[in-house]
């Protein structure tokens, strides 16, 4: 499978790279996975502008034919279970692109939530992009664990 973390803006503070680096490595024994960094707008001066610029270039970064899912407040919540069986799901169903989008300070403009195949919420709390990728990445590592009946999921 192969996996696609696109999401607006660096990370910046080293330590949030190297949780980020720590779990596409151990990721990638298990699936492709190619992390895509969008720079980020200025939202203070005109929000709509910026996101719709960070969203005309999400929409560049997913690949053709995969499966979307962006992660939003208000979107699915899942347990970890779920998130497992719902990548075996889509594996089974031939998709075998996944791209998952985080987005900015503003969040995500219009054309991008229109692209989504799904909405996934990593809890009902606003995290800074940096720890939400940090989360989503763990969150991608403990579902291929949980896939293949291997231990880390406790």
Avoid: C
């Avoid at 719709?52 to 208000?74: K, M, N, Q, S």
């Avoid at 995500?108 to 996934?120: G, I, M, N, Y």
């Avoid at 009902?124 to 579902?143: F, K």
């Amino acid at each position: 499978m192969k996996l696609s973390v696109i999401a607006v803006g660096r990370m910046k503070e080293r330590h949030w790279r190297d949780a980020a680096e720590e779990y596409t490595k151990r990721l990638r024994p298990y699936a492709t996975v190619e992390v895509s960094e969008i720079p980020d707008r200025d939202v203070t001066r005109d929000e709509e502008r910026a996101m719709a610029e960070e969203g005309a270039d999400v929409l560049r970064a997913i690949p053709d034919a995969a499966h979307v899912v962006v992660l939003d407040v208000g979107g699915k919540l899942h347990s970890s279970t779920d998130i497992a069986d719902r990548l075996a799901a889509l594996g089974l169903e031939g998709r075998s692109s996944v791209a998952f989008v985080l987005g900015g300070a503003a969040g995500l403009s219009p054309d991008v939530l229109a692209r989504a195949d799904e909405r996934l919420s990593l809890g009902r709390i606003t995290l800074p992009h940096q720890l939400a990728r940090v989360v989503l990445l763990e969150q991608l590592y403990r579902a291929f664990k949980i896939m293949r009946n291997e231990p880390y999921h406790r």
